[in-house]
């Protein structure tokens, strides 16, 4: 029985795209929150906590991106065709909040401000963007022969757009959470608050994509609620219940401080479990598998083997980064 090199790809794209999904969504989730916050101070004590890794969190997304064109060549054709609007604004959105981020350090008090909402702008847009690509991609893709066949504007639909809002609210309460982790009153009480807000608004989102789904794709339904796939695909919204309980319990406890954060991580993995789930093994929803998209084994094996170099040394300096600046960050400290 040989390698199946296609499966060992997805698992690598997948795995890339939860790691940029956890790292990069709480930076970006610190953008989202600063109109929560409107004390200076409290808001460079926010930066500061992401400012020595925020870049190299966008490591994985370029990771995933390179791996999906040189892998799945066919998945990387339809996804930039069919999405090419909202992933074009995604990337002004991360340039964008990139650029603010490095100059609201530099910038002179009264330009301090426009910084401020470039960085909120810039963290919204593509955060939103990101929610209506992942909705495009639950909903499928219009592809004749090896082409994508749909219009320029087909990823505007309401599902979509919901999509986009509600990832905005996960990302924001990632955030917050790590915010809990990495700050000291006043604004880690602050964030104990505005994270149970926005627990409640990611259950309803949660809710509202679940029934909305398998409504709309008779193929997720049958995939969700049929005997005995039941049985084995109960303990994901069981598990989110479990946790969403466990994580309203550790931010009213004045002690805890890590565990919110991991608990936010494990809700954000079961909703991403959940959207493989519903996909499953198709790469282009709705009818295009992995292994029709891939592209030849020579040419996955080659890439492999990079792959297979580069990610413990990803996976390292990721590591160590994280390590070294560990710890709670105060008023007046920072790495700038």
Same mark, same amino acid.
């Given at each position: 029985?040989?390698?199946?090199?296609?499966?060992?790809?997805?698992?690598?794209?997948?795995?890339?795209?939860?790691?940029?999904?956890?790292?990069?969504?709480?930076?970006?989730?610190?953008?989202?929150?600063?109109?929560?916050?409107?004390?200076?101070?409290?808001?460079?004590?926010?930066?500061?906590?992401?400012?020595?890794?925020?870049?190299?969190?966008?490591?994985?997304?370029?990771?995933?991106?390179?791996?999906?064109?040189?892998?799945?060549?066919?998945?990387?054709?339809?996804?930039?065709?069919?999405?090419?609007?909202?992933?074009?604004?995604?990337?002004?959105?991360?340039?964008?909040?990139?650029?603010?981020?490095?100059?609201?350090?530099?910038?002179?008090?009264?330009?301090?401000?426009?910084?401020?909402?470039?960085?909120?702008?810039?963290?919204?847009?593509?955060?939103?963007?990101?929610?209506?690509?992942?909705?495009?991609?639950?909903?499928?893709?219009?592809?004749?022969?090896?082409?994508?066949?749909?219009?320029?504007?087909?990823?505007?639909?309401?599902?979509?757009?919901?999509?986009?809002?509600?990832?905005?609210?996960?990302?924001?309460?990632?955030?917050?959470?790590?915010?809990?982790?990495?700050?000291?009153?006043?604004?880690?009480?602050?964030?104990?608050?505005?994270?149970?807000?926005?627990?409640?608004?990611?259950?309803?989102?949660?809710?509202?994509?679940?029934?909305?789904?398998?409504? /709309?794709? @008779?193929?997720? &339904?049958?995939?969700? $609620?049929? *005997?005995?796939?039941?049985?084995?695909? +109960? !303990? %994901?919204?069981?598990?989110?219940?479990?946790?969403?309980?466990?994580?309203?319990?550790?931010?009213?406890?004045?002690?805890?401080?890590?565990?919110?954060?991991?608990?936010?991580?494990?809700?954000?993995?079961?909703?991403?479990?959940?959207?493989?789930?519903?996909?499953?093994?198709?790469?282009?929803?709705?009818?295009?598998?992995?292994?029709? /998209?891939? @592209?030849?084994? &020579?040419?996955?094996? $080659?890439? *492999?083997?990079?792959?297979?170099?580069? +990610? !413990? %040394?990803?996976?390292?300096?990721?590591?160590?980064?994280?390590?070294?600046?560990?710890?709670?960050?105060?008023?007046?400290?920072?790495?700038?």
């Amino acid at each position: 029985m040989g390698i199946d090199l296609s499966l060992i790809w997805f698992v690598i794209i997948v795995f890339s795209t939860l790691m940029y999904i956890v790292m990069d969504g709480f930076d970006l989730g610190i953008g989202i929150l600063f109109p929560f916050v409107r004390d200076p101070h409290d808001r460079d004590v926010m930066v500061n906590t992401v400012a020595p890794v925020w870049d190299g969190n966008e490591t994985w997304l370029v990771l995933g991106g390179a791996g999906l064109f040189g892998a799945f060549p066919l998945a990387y054709a339809v996804i930039i065709d069919a999405l090419t609007i909202p992933l074009t604004l995604m990337l002004i959105g991360l340039i964008f909040r990139g650029v603010a981020f490095e100059f609201r350090f530099k910038a002179v008090a009264a330009h301090r401000a426009f910084w401020d909402k470039s960085f909120v702008c810039g963290s919204i847009l593509a955060t939103f963007c990101q929610g209506i690509v992942v909705g495009a991609v639950l909903n499928g893709f219009s592809v004749t022969g090896r082409r994508f066949s749909g219009g320029a504007l087909d990823w505007l639909t309401p599902f979509n757009l919901f999509c986009g809002v509600g990832l905005v609210v996960a990302y924001a309460l990632l955030g917050a959470s790590w915010l809990v982790m990495k700050s000291e009153d006043p604004l880690l009480s602050r964030m104990r608050s505005v994270a149970k807000t926005l627990l409640l608004a990611l259950l309803v989102v949660l809710a509202i994509i679940s029934a909305w789904t398998p409504f /709309a794709h @008779a193929a997720v &339904a049958q995939r969700w $609620f049929s *005997l005995p796939n039941l049985y084995f695909l +109960l !303990p %994901v919204p069981v598990l989110v219940v479990l946790f969403s309980l466990g994580l309203w319990r550790r931010l009213s406890n004045p002690t805890s401080h890590t565990l919110p954060f991991v608990l936010t991580l494990g809700l954000i993995f079961l909703g991403f479990s959940g959207l493989g789930i519903s996909i499953w093994p198709n790469i282009i929803p709705p009818d295009i598998t992995l292994w029709e /998209a891939a @592209a030849p084994p &020579a040419s996955q094996g $080659f890439m *492999l083997v990079g792959a297979l170099l580069i +990610l !413990p %040394v990803i996976l390292m300096y990721t590591f160590w980064s994280y390590y070294v600046f560990r710890g709670k960050v105060q008023h007046g400290e920072g790495y700038h």
